[in-house]
């Protein structure tokens, strides 16, 4: 009996390459990519407020040594006043444009439905009498609190 044809020794296929990844992989890096994405997003929007708040309080601080410097309260108070305003207008865009009562209205709705200080509320007298008394440091700690509690709740008021 004749043997068979002659035959080749049996040769495997290469190993399989890890380059394409699988659909799989893709999937799972797309998920990865979306968490991360995710949480740097939600520790930025949690930091926020803080930096805000850092950002008002050096900013208070600058005034104050302006103040310090020139003597000059009309432009403290102008200060102090544009910074309030800047802060509101986070929470309550449509506040930027108020004055007088709807103004303090504003502060009061901002600042947790209790009245903020008094001395907060002459800001807009003081900034125009060059001679206007201002308790500089009274100012700025009313300040200081007001924007603390403004800023530091984050979000939006809306």
């Given at each position: 009996?004749?043997a ?8 495997l ?5 890890w380059?394409?990844?699988?659909p799989g ?8 990519l979306l968490?991360l994405t995710?949480l740097?997003?939600r520790g930025?929007?949690?930091r ?5 708040w850092?950002a008002?309080s050096?900013?208070?601080?600058a005034?104050?040594?302006?103040h310090?410097a ?6 403290f ?9 800047r802060a509101?207008?986070l ?11 709807a ?5 009061r709705?901002l600042s947790?439905?209790k009245?903020?200080a008094p ?8 900034m ?6 201002l ?6 700690s ?17």
């Amino acid at each position: 009996m004749p043997a068979g044809p002659h035959l080749r020794d049996i040769h495997l296929p290469p190993p399989a390459g890890w380059w394409p990844l699988a659909p799989g992989w893709w999937i799972l890096i797309g998920i990865a990519l979306l968490l991360l994405t995710w949480l740097a997003w939600r520790g930025y929007r949690r930091r926020l407020p803080r930096r805000r708040w850092q950002a008002a309080s050096r900013e208070l601080d600058a005034l104050q040594a302006a103040h310090a410097a020139d003597h000059d309260n009309a432009a403290f108070a102008a200060g102090v006043s544009q910074l309030l305003r800047r802060a509101a207008c986070l929470r309550h865009p449509a506040s930027v444009g108020l004055r007088g009562r709807a103004w303090h209205a504003a502060m009061r709705d901002l600042s947790g439905r209790k009245e903020p200080a008094p001395v907060l509320l002459t800001l807009e007298e003081a900034m125009y009498r060059p001679s206007a008394t201002l308790d500089v440091a009274e100012v700025a700690s009313a300040a200081r609190q007001w924007l603390r509690h403004v800023l530091m709740q984050g979000g939006r008021h809306a």
